[in-house]
């Protein structure tokens, strides 16, 4: 069975590819990314699989190129459909690029998706940012999606699209993810914290009052893998993949000097930024009955081992 993953380069993208590779009824995983925001293991990458597997067959390309996704898309049984510009503060300062990758290029790939016939399902990754601000939580998928800023709006559009497709015939499937963490992410809070806490720089808490949802990256692959195979037998509609429950920044900060007690950790509280969603928690019931998958305890469990991704990295 050929795969492919769009985005494979990226943070998620890496972790699924290795975990396609498990299978052995993959015979290859096709990476589709133009490198804008690759994700690379820390040291030398010869153990990385999209490097020395040879069921991996890596292709630089933009989904923005129309001829670049039907090559891709080619022959694949299951497409998971990661990539995009996934910066919340990106997206804003860049709009252009944001609404190719993520809005005109989600409607290339379900053009070559249902042009070359071969695709049983695509997976759509999409994101809690299209909710907004919630008016209660945990947020339900048939809450009203409202983005507060230009990435929710992108893929509110994209999930649109894929509706659109859906409805010609193409067995589409949409995730909303929370906050996915774990070893391999860069430019995003925990990252962030992990590396100022290793540098003994101070911990920047933008309002400091925000709640999120934080789910580590592991379940989140097998969320999307148990969705493709399921898929045929599932009712219609999104699912949000999130742990159910939040976590302040106070308290992520707080845990991340727990795992670092020969350190002193400082934070600062500064002015919110506009476009940053503030409270969000997922329902995680469809996640649950559909997919089978119990949200973790604790949401943070795989905090200490992305510590050590950093600390590992560093020179």
């Excluded at 067995?171 to 806490?197: E, H, K, S, T, W």
């Excluded at 302040?248 to 002015?271: G, H, I, K, M, N």
Aim: charged residues 20%; contains cysteine; neutral net charge.
């Amino acid at each position: 069975m050929i795969v492919l993953v769009t985005g494979g380069a990226g943070f998620i993208g890496r972790h699924l590819v290795a975990r396609l590779l498990a299978r052995p009824e993959v015979t290859q995983v096709r990476v589709l990314d133009n490198l804008f925001r690759p994700c690379p293991a820390p040291g030398d990458m010869l153990d990385d699989p999209l490097v020395c597997d040879r069921r991996v067959r890596f292709v630089k390309g933009d989904i923005r190129d129309a001829q670049a996704c039907r090559q891709a898309v080619a022959g694949a049984e299951l497409v998971f459909h990661l990539a995009a510009q996934s910066n919340v503060l990106g997206s804003v300062t860049d709009l252009g690029y944001s609404f190719g990758a993520n809005v005109a290029g989600t409607v290339n790939l379900l053009t070559a998706a249902r042009d070359a016939a071969c695709v049983r399902c695509f997976v759509f990754a999409s994101s809690r940012e299209v909710y907004g601000e919630p008016a209660e939580l945990p947020v339900r998928e048939h809450a009203p999606l409202a983005p507060k800023n230009a990435y929710g709006a992108s893929k509110v559009a994209a999930e649109a699209y894929c509706g659109a497709f859906a409805a010609q015939g193409l067995n589409v499937r949409v995730v909303r993810m929370a906050n996915v963490y774990g070893p391999g992410d860069r430019d995003r809070v925990i990252p962030l914290f992990c590396q100022r806490a290793l540098a003994g720089e101070p911990l920047f808490l933008y309002g400091g009052g925000q709640l999120i949802d934080f789910v580590p990256v592991g379940l989140t692959c097998e969320a999307l893998l148990r969705l493709a195979e399921r898929a045929g037998e599932l009712p219609a509609g999104p699912v949000n993949i999130g742990s159910g429950r939040g976590a302040s920044l106070p308290e992520l900060a707080e845990r991340v000097a727990a795992c670092l007690p020969e350190r002193r950790v400082e934070t600062r509280v500064l002015p919110a930024r506009g476009p940053e969603v503030l409270r969000f928690v997922a329902h995680t019931g469809r996640m649950a009955e559909w997919l089978g998958i119990s949200p973790p305890e604790d949401p943070l469990v795989l905090l200490p081992e992305t510590l050590d991704f950093f600390r590992e990295a560093r020179p």
